[in-house]
């Protein structure tokens, strides 16, 4: 099946890039409408583990929680699907990302985004280089090479994997400024959503 945009990994930055994209729908733009985006979700991220008092505007809160919440959000948009398969393989032809996972299905791709953590990057297919991330406590973490999160045409890392901290926060503004450039490409035009209140 066809995906206009895969993300691969349900962290922090895979989260709020999902979030990001989704909330372009229902705004009058019609280059947004009726897109629809796939999310892979082992649920091993380490968010799962943190708990969180450093968050700007955020009351101390457990990672876990923070995740459902995230996921919570996205349901309410709308416009993901969200499958819970290891992705092993992708390749790239034609213009198009091939994604397979470990039980054999195939799904295709305009944009992808890869989100998978920095504890390990097994993904086959794809010749990527891969090296160790200079921002992190602990050695053996590694990272995907890019220039402005893009590795190859429409194919992007965001979160450690991109060399970031494992802060919270940079990793979803990561995710979110993927998606405004993901979003952007879309409409021939520069995009960044901001709501206001209705008063």
């Not at 009058?28 to 985006?37: D, F, H, L, S």
């Not at 890869?114 to 990527?128: N, P, Q, R, V, W």
């Not at 890019?146 to 990561?174: K, M, Q, Y």
Request: proline content about 3%; glycine content about 10%.
């Amino acid at each position: 099946m066809m995906y206009d945009v895969i993300i691969v990994g349900g962290g922090a930055a895979g989260l709020s890039c999902a979030l990001t994209l989704v909330s372009s729908r229902g705004r009058g733009w019609q280059w947004a409408e009726n897109r629809n985006y796939m999310l892979f979700d082992k649920g091993d991220s380490d968010l799962n583990k943190a708990y969180l008092k450093n968050v700007p505007g955020l009351d101390a809160t457990l990672g876990k929680e923070l995740l459902k919440k995230i996921k919570k959000q996205i349901q309410d948009w709308g416009g993901l699907q969200v499958m819970q398969e290891e992705v092993v393989e992708i390749n790239n032809k034609d213009g198009f990302y091939t994604v397979r996972t470990a039980s054999g299905n195939i799904f295709s791709t305009s944009f992808l985004v890869l989100a998978t953590g920095f504890h390990e990057f097994s993904i086959k297919g794809l010749e990527l280089e891969i090296m160790e991330n200079p921002k992190s406590p602990k050695p053996g973490r590694v990272m995907i090479k890019h220039r402005d999160f893009e590795v190859l045409p429409n194919l992007f890392v965001v979160g450690t994997l991109a060399g970031l901290s494992s802060h919270f926060t940079s990793c979803a503004g990561s995710g979110v400024e993927v998606a405004c450039e993901i979003l952007s490409r879309m409409a021939g035009k520069r995009i960044v959503i901001h709501d206001v209140p209705n008063v």
